[in-house]
């Protein structure tokens, strides 16, 4: 069941009625969902999409139940410039699963922006053998040994009050939740526990330009993937010929580190598991990718 959009000059009882876009109300007609705008007969380009995600924005409960029921399916059109993009929304828990499982019609969206950037990774790619191997590996390392979730809460926490500290040291007394609650708290994760202890300015660059660049640009600026990709091969690049060889002569000294990345140089793969140190370099640049932007985020 697949609904589009429609409009209608009438008045109709639609929901939520609280909302700032209020004069947008949706109805149902014959299984099929309607947006009726008051006194317009026909929409501006982009009123529908705007529309419906300020609906979502605002309070996205009664919106979604109601489209469960009249359109399961619910297709709009994104304004995109010279060539508008077709948006279908999922309502359904199951139906979502099933659409997830068919990797040959919805594959990864971003490897054409991550691969040239941080290399094959597992964010990359869909559900292979190359996916299940590089998770399975990494999974077992991030978490061989300890309780994972609760040594990172436990830094967490203390890192959090480190940098509040820090924060009301300053002239002012106050603190910029942004600067020392989010990315920076994320960054020292990385270094600490996952053992990137690259610089914490070049790790908060080389996240906002890989991160920005895979999963922001949605209208692939060039710029932009221009960006990303010269920040990915300069932390890969870094991870190979800085970070590789200081870690191994630390290890050296202290061969029960316990990081992340001193477990990936411990670990002996057989030739057949196809997992040298270059997938080492791709899957610490993963950590950057993967954690502080979206920490932050949260």
Wanted: hydrophobic share 40%; proline share 5%.
């Amino acid at each position: 069941m697949v609904a589009n959009m429609q409009f209608a000059s009438r008045k109709s009882d639609g929901l939520p009625s609280n909302c700032p876009m209020s004069k947008y109300l949706l109805t149902s007609s014959n299984k099929a969902a309607s947006l009726h705008v008051e006194e317009e007969s026909s929409p501006p380009p982009g009123m529908v999409y705007n529309t419906f995600f300020g609906l979502v924005n605002s309070n996205p409960d009664p919106i979604f139940s109601f489209l469960r029921v009249v359109a399961p399916f619910f297709t709009m059109t994104k304004p995109g410039g010279e060539k508008d993009i077709k948006i279908t929304v999922v309502t359904r828990g199951k139906d979502v699963e099933e659409l997830f499982s068919q990797h040959t019609l919805l594959n990864v969206p971003y490897a054409k922006a991550m691969v040239p950037s941080v290399g094959p990774f597992m964010l990359a790619s869909d559900k292979c053998p190359f996916h299940s191997r590089e998770k399975s590996i990494m999974m077992s390392l991030i978490s061989q040994g300890d309780d994972m979730v609760s040594t990172v809460k436990e830094m967490t926490s203390a890192i959090a009050k480190e940098n509040i500290a820090h924060g009301l040291e300053t002239k002012t007394g106050e603190i910029d939740i942004a600067a020392h609650l989010g990315r920076k708290v994320a960054a020292k994760i990385v270094q600490r526990y996952f053992g990137f202890d690259a610089p914490e300015e070049m790790l908060l660059k080389w996240s906002f330009a890989t991160h920005y660049s895979f999963f922001n640009n949605d209208n692939s600026e060039e710029d932009v993937n221009r960006k990303g990709i010269e920040a990915g091969i300069e932390m890969r690049n870094y991870i190979r010929d800085v970070l590789i060889p200081k870690r191994k002569e630390a290890l050296k000294r202290e061969p029960n580190k316990q990081d992340v990345v001193s477990r990936l140089l411990q670990t002996e793969f057989t030739k057949d598991t196809e997992f040298d140190e270059e997938r080492i370099v791709s899957n610490v640049a993963g950590f950057v990718v993967g954690s502080i932007e979206t920490m932050n985020n949260v």
